[in-house]
């Protein structure tokens, strides 16, 4: 059996590719992808594929011209469909600064996908292979990674409703280039990969080979090793996604867990859980780092913290609210601090149905003979007669006091607060009833002043009602 036999049939047993359809395949130009085409182009008729090559020209190297040539050519002998495109990247990264391989990479990655939703795709092949896969579990591993880093690439995974599948993970470089020597597939080697600028180039071209005195299967175990880490992997994500559904709950633009039950969990899922919350604010969030991770978990356990908050980084607040610990982009964070907003409650426009926030303030002017038993702390009735109008819904102030009914004197709003165990987040944005005269009437669920109070000798009463939505 010869090398083309070969490598079809590990790809067809691999099952990279298991249904008919229009697929993108990446084509550089070099060895890899002009073996990866080629194989794909044999096999369309018998697995019903209808193959586009995608080629972009970065404007990197001289020799980009002589790759798109070389794929065009390839493809018009074959009448494979074929889309080019030519970026000048080196004018677009003195723009914007970017780092030249991630900007690289997204703009080529943005390309295949544009040519799949054209032509109605399914998946992008990639030709990615063994020693590709080798290099990057060695920098995981190198960078400290956990599970997830050293599982490396996936044969597939989906990406904007679109497969990424790479065929030729399980296949060595040295046997695609037997392949393009065998079967006279034209290729060129790109002069950039011999540069030791590049951390990636240094460990094929150095680390590698050094490690292979001491295991000439290093390539091999290594992408072995990424087999079984993704596998747990997998395994372990679906636990804590099923926990996360759990233990967690959505509150406007943040995420909120129970400190006990998240220190309840096997320390593996509690940085797992963390970091899920993490993805879910936020894609720059997925990059904190193991220490930040770890300091999230050190403010859920350590119970001295019973109020507390700490930027860890990339945007994110932790924030420790009693036995509750709560997730929250910095940005949500300060828009919800700096709200002042302040409604009014004219007797004229009474009834009415005011927004603050989070909750849902309604107010009526009735007689005193029609007023209902109150509920709940969320419910309130005041003597009109002595209210000066227009009420007003505000924020707190510093130095907000109340002159609560039942005790002597008067009573920080801020100790009401921590008395009633109202979290740190919600302080700010937590509605007060106050009169013109900015006197603390009422902070829902929580106390109510001795002034308005309802005698009587009452005629109107205002009955205020609060609840908070979702």
Request: glycine content about 4%; proline content about 3%; aromatic content about 6%.
């Amino acid at each position: 059996m010869g090398i083309m036999d070969e490598l079809t049939a590990s790809l067809l047993k691999d099952q990279s590719i298991d249904k008919s359809g229009s697929i993108v395949v990446a084509v550089s130009g070099g060895a890899d992808s002009m073996a990866l085409l080629h194989i794909l182009h044999q096999l369309a008729p018998k697995l019903g594929l209808t193959l586009i090559a995608a080629h972009v020209n970065h404007g990197f190297r001289e020799q980009s011209l002589a790759e798109a040539e070389l794929v065009r050519s390839y493809c018009m002998e074959r009448n494979i469909l074929c889309e080019m495109i030519e970026l000048d990247m080196p004018a677009y990264l003195e723009q914007t600064n970017e780092n030249s391989q991630a900007a690289s990479r997204k703009r080529r990655y943005a390309f295949f996908h544009d040519v799949a939703q054209r032509y109605g795709a399914y998946a992008i092949a990639l030709a990615h292979h063994a020693d590709d896969q080798a290099e990057t579990v060695l920098m995981h591993v190198l960078r400290g990674s956990g599970l997830s880093g050293i599982s490396g690439m996936q044969n597939r995974r989906n990406e904007k409703n679109v497969e990424l599948i790479r065929p030729l993970l399980r296949m060595r470089k040295n046997e695609l280039i037997l392949l393009c020597q065998q079967e006279q597939v034209p290729y060129l080697e790109d002069s950039s990969n011999f540069s030791r600028d590049y951390h990636r180039n240094e460990l094929r071209l150095d680390v590698i080979p050094m490690l292979e005195r001491y295991n000439p299967q290093l390539v091999d175990s290594l992408g072995r090793l990424a087999e079984i880490a993704s596998e747990e992997d997998a395994w372990l994500q679906q636990q804590t996604e099923d926990r996360f559904r759990q233990l967690v709950s959505k509150q406007e633009q943040s995420f909120v867990v129970s400190c006990h039950a998240l220190c309840n969990e096997p320390i593996a899922l509690q940085r797992r859980l963390i970091k899920l919350i993490l993805s879910y604010l936020s894609q720059e969030a997925t990059t904190i780092s193991f220490d930040g991770i770890e300091r999230i978990r050190h403010i859920a356990a350590n119970h001295a913290h019973q109020t507390y908050r700490m930027d860890v980084g990339e945007g994110i607040m932790c924030i420790r609210e009693y036995e509750m610990l709560r997730l929250v982009h910095i940005k949500h964070y300060e828009r919800l601090r700096s709200t002042s907003t302040s409604l009014s409650m004219a007797l004229e426009q009474l009834p009415c149905k005011l927004q603050f926030g989070n909750w849902l303030i309604h107010a009526d002017i009735i007689p005193s003979d029609e007023l209902p038993q109150l509920q709940s702390k969320h419910e309130a009735a005041f003597d009109a007669a002595i209210l000066s109008f227009p009420l007003h819904i505000r924020s707190r102030k510093s130095g907000d006091r109340m002159q609560v009914l039942g005790l002597n004197g008067t009573k920080k709003v801020q100790d009401m607060f921590v008395d009633g165990k109202i979290a740190l987040a919600e302080r700010d944005t937590y509605p007060i009833i106050v009169d013109h005269e900015d006197r603390v009437l009422w902070v829902p669920g929580l106390r109510r002043s001795s002034i308005g109070l309802v005698q009587s000798h009452t005629r109107l009463i205002v009955f205020i009602q609060c609840s908070r939505h979702t």
